[in-house]
């Protein structure tokens, strides 16, 4: 529990300090690269599920609810619009876009507010 509770607040931690060190800025056109990016995570890892379960391996392989939703409500939810192992977390990408969108927009709104300063004459 310590390493799952311990590696997630580590992702959060790296990338607060990424902003607070000015080290990267969210901006609107990483949005799409990004969703592109989790869809192509989200679909190594159904291939890596399926290939563990075919091959016997590890037949519950299950990372990232790709093939099962195991009593998680919301996934569940997506379950009954999307009967299919892996495409019923398509729905949670929309919910991403929601949290990506309120993380970046504040920053596109502060970069605005530079640029004016910026072009401001003394």
């Known amino acids: 529990m310590l390493g ?3 590696t997630h607040f580590m992702i959060i931690l790296e990338g607060m300090a990424l902003l607070t060190l000015n080290l990267y800025r969210p901006r609107m056109r990483d949005l799409l690269p990004a969703i592109a990016t989790a869809l192509l995570i989200l679909l190594v890892i159904f ?3 399926l290939l563990m379960r075919v091959s016997g ?3 519950k392989a299950n990372y990232f609810y790709a ?3 195991e009593g998680n409500f919301l996934l569940e939810k997506f379950h009954s619009w999307i009967p299919y192992p892996g495409l019923y977390l398509l729905p949670c990408f929309g919910i991403l876009l929601v949290w990506m969108l ?3 927009i504040p920053f596109a709104i502060a970069g605005r507010g530079e640029q004016e ?3 401001e004459p003394d």
């Open 102 to 104: 309120v993380i970046t």
């Open 47 to 49: 291939c890596i599920d």
């Open 57 to 59: 391996l590890y037949p």
């Open 67 to 69: 093939m099962e939703t």
């Open 4 to 6: 799952y509770y311990g």
């Open 117 to 119: 300063d910026e072009e």
